[in-house]
């Protein structure tokens, strides 16, 4: 989403409060016309810039606030579990056909 603050600028962020930044972020593009589907299909959780230069106490307390805003906005927009593995499942066969000859690597 291009909203990356400074990650000494979030400490106090807990998982609500960033879900709430998100979807603050993906009303606003959506009411300028992106589909909002397709902005809750390509997204990505990150952590914010920064992380690597705070002691590893805080950088393990960011990745785990990271993992749980993430697994929030999947409860909230991905629906059933089983459509998003499904979906992933989808993609990586699309990726490599069953049918496609595999090399041997016996010499003939």
């Not at 291009?2 to 930044?21: K, Q």
């Not at 992380?51 to 999947?74: F, H, M, N, Q, Y």
């Amino acid at each position: 989403m291009g909203d990356r603050p400074d990650v000494r600028e979030d400490r106090a962020g807990d998982t609500d409060s960033l879900v709430s930044r998100y979807e603050t972020l993906v009303d606003l593009l959506a009411s300028k016309g992106i589909d909002r589907a397709l902005l809750l299909r390509n997204s990505l959780i990150t952590a914010s810039c920064g992380t690597g230069s705070v002691p590893s106490s805080e950088a393990r307390r960011i990745a785990v606030e990271t993992r749980a805003v993430s697994d929030r906005l999947k409860e909230r927009h991905a629906g059933p579990q089983n459509d998003r593995d499904r979906l992933s499942t989808d993609r990586c066969s699309a990726a490599a056909p069953a049918s496609s000859p595999v090399p041997s690597s016996t010499p003939s």
